[in-house]
C-alpha cells in the first residue's frame, strides 16, 4: 500500500466516534472510518505489515501514485510497504479532510481527501495531498479493505 504518515491518537479517535454516536454502537459508517485510522495508527507506528494491515483482505488490490499498474494482492502490496518501512520519511500532520462512507449492506466506500507534510531524511518537508478512496466489505463481522485508489493531487506551480 501507498505508505503515507497519518496520525490520530487513538483513544481520541475512538472518543470523537463515541460522542457522534451518542455512546451507542458505532453505525457502519462511523465502523469504516475508525478500521481506517485503526490502520494508520499501525503504519505510523511503523509496525510490520503482518500486524499493521489486519484489516487488508488477502484479494486486495490498489492504485496508487507510486506504482504505475494495478497492484494485486495483499502480499504484493505488503512488498511495496515494507520497502517504504525505511525510508526514513517522518509524518508531520496527517489528515483525513472530508470522509464520506457510503454503505450498501456488506460493502461501503469510504471517499475522502488526504493533506499531510512530510520530512524526509534529510529534512526537506513536502506536501503529501491524495484524493482518496478506500473499499470495504464485511467479512464474518469485521470490515476488510479489498481495494483503495489514492491518486495524487497535483498542485499547480506559480
Not at 456488506?106 to 513536502?126: C, F, P, R
Request: with cysteine; hydrophobic share 45%; proline share 4%.
Amino acid at each position: 500500500m501507498f505508505k503515507t504518515k497519518h496520525y490520530l491518537c487513538p483513544a481520541l479517535a475512538a472518543g470523537l466516534l463515541m460522542m457522534a454516536s451518542g455512546g451507542a454502537v458505532a453505525s457502519d459508517a462511523e465502523d469504516v472510518i475508525a478500521t481506517a485510522y485503526a490502520q494508520w495508527a499501525a503504519e505510523n507506528q511503523n509496525k510490520p505489515s503482518a500486524e499493521a494491515w489486519t484489516t487488508i483482505a488477502d484479494d486486495y488490490t490498489e492504485f496508487n501514485p507510486v506504482v504505475p499498474a494495478l497492484v494485486k494482492g495483499k502480499a504484493q502490496a505488503a512488498k511495496f510497504y515494507e520497502a517504504s518501512r525505511s525510508s526514513g520519511d517522518v509524518g508531520l500532520v496527517s489528515e483525513m479532510i472530508n470522509p464520506h462512507v457510503q454503505v450498501y449492506g456488506d460493502v461501503a466506500i469510504l471517499s475522502y481527501n488526504y493533506a499531510g507534510i512530510t520530512k524526509n531524511a534529510e529534512g526537506k518537508q513536502q506536501p503529501n495531498l491524495a484524493k482518496s478512496t478506500r473499499i470495504y466489505h464485511k467479512r464474518d463481522g469485521k470490515w476488510m479493505l479489498v481495494h483503495a485508489n489514492f491518486a495524487a493531487v497535483v498542485v499547480p506551480q506559480n
